[in-house]
């Protein structure tokens, strides 16, 4: 019998124009997860595309501060890199622009 | 309180059929006519955006952008002309306004901002539009917002993206609780084509005009997240960060 922690699940993340030439110009990667939560995530997302390694802390795997996350619309701030995150579920990356 | 300016009857003939928009009415006309915004530099963006807020019948704007015409600025930079290039930008940015209302009071400054100069550009208004493309110029900006509780609108785009909030200090995010460090990797040149830019634009003139007009609901504590080429929009919830070196405190 399959647990929780065992189940896996897809997670969408959404990559921006200012990051695409590290996600083979993709804006959308769909990965698989198990052990479901954002840490997880973000360490498939590097493991697929390692350019973006670079916009994470390498030991936190928090998004350097000049990009924000969102998970389903909503800003992940202070957050626990344990947050939960549930099949179907989106990751947008939302970088800091200056373009005027 | 000052009472607010009535209208001329020329005034009420050019802005008669924004004044049948429910909510805004000559009320929020005369409250445009009372009401001051700084812009920010005036290229792709804040260009349309002067354009507009001076279309609608902004009573006074404070513009900052230094320098002269560039033969780039011209796919995206509307109030720039061909015949200006060489030289300075506020010169073509005064022409152009005032060819489009000559009520305006104007003021255009040779300079972009800095923190010696955004003090008192931002106690000249009531609302800033931060259109800048260094982000030096935006933090300044915000800090200036926040210390003196003004209204930002803030707006940005990079090649077929664009994305807008409207910042009350003390009440909603500030740009550094998004991002709370400059980012080393920003280039002053970045892709764009002008209708991406307007269209950002358009929509923080329309920001604006709700902050002073006192109708709708503007972008306050929200993102919206625009990606042209797949024409999705998002509107994204964000949060103050109670360690914002900049807004923390109130």
């Known amino acids: ?100 | 309180m000052n009472p607010l300016p009535e209208l001329t009857p020329e005034e009420h003939a050019i802005y008669e059929w924004q004044m049948w928009v429910r909510d805004f009415g000559e009320l929020g006309q005369r409250k445009l006519k009372n009401a001051a915004v700084l812009i920010s530099r005036c290229g792709g963006v804040g260009g349309v955006v002067a354009l507009q807020l001076a279309a609608a019948g902004i009573g006074k704007m404070v513009i900052a952008h230094a320098g002269n015409v560039q033969p780039s600025d011209l796919n995206r930079q509307l109030l720039m002309t061909y015949d200006w290039i060489g030289k300075p930008r506020s010169e073509s940015i005064k022409r152009r306004l005032k060819e489009l209302n000559p009520r305006i009071d104007l003021t255009v400054i040779d300079q972009n901002i800095n923190e010696e100069n955004a003090e008192p550009l931002v106690a000249q208004v009531d609302v800033v539009v931060d259109c800048a493309p260094l982000f030096q110029e935006r933090f300044a900006m915000n800090r200036q917002c926040v210390a003196q509780k003004k209204p930002l609108v803030e707006c940005a785009m990079y090649e077929m993206e664009a994305q807008i909030t409207s910042i009350s200090p003390g009440q909603t995010p500030c740009l550094q609780c998004l991002y709370p460090e400059i980012p080393a990797n920003w280039k002053r040149q970045f892709p764009v084509f002008g209708a991406v830019s307007g269209t950002i634009a358009g929509m923080a003139a329309l920001e604006t005009l709700k902050i002073i007009g006192q109708f709708g609901q503007p972008l306050y504590g929200k993102l919206l997240r625009c990606d042209f080429n797949s024409m999705s929009f998002k509107t994204l919830r964000i949060q103050r960060r109670a360690s914002c070196a900049c807004c923390g405190h109130l």
């Open chain 1, 1 to 100: 019998m399959m647990t929780d922690t065992e189940l896996t699940i897809r997670v969408v993340w959404v990559i921006p124009a200012m990051l695409r030439t590290a996600s083979d110009g993709n804006s959308e990667v769909a990965i698989a997860v198990q052990n479901p939560s954002y840490q997880e995530a973000v360490k498939q997302l590097i493991t697929l595309y390692p350019g973006i390694a670079e916009h994470f802390d390498e030991e936190t795997l928090r998004p350097r501060s000049y990009i924000s996350i969102f998970h389903n619309d909503e800003q992940l701030v202070d957050f626990s890199t344990d947050t939960p995150i549930r099949d179907r579920d989106e990751l947008l990356i939302v970088p800091a622009l200056a373009g005027g």
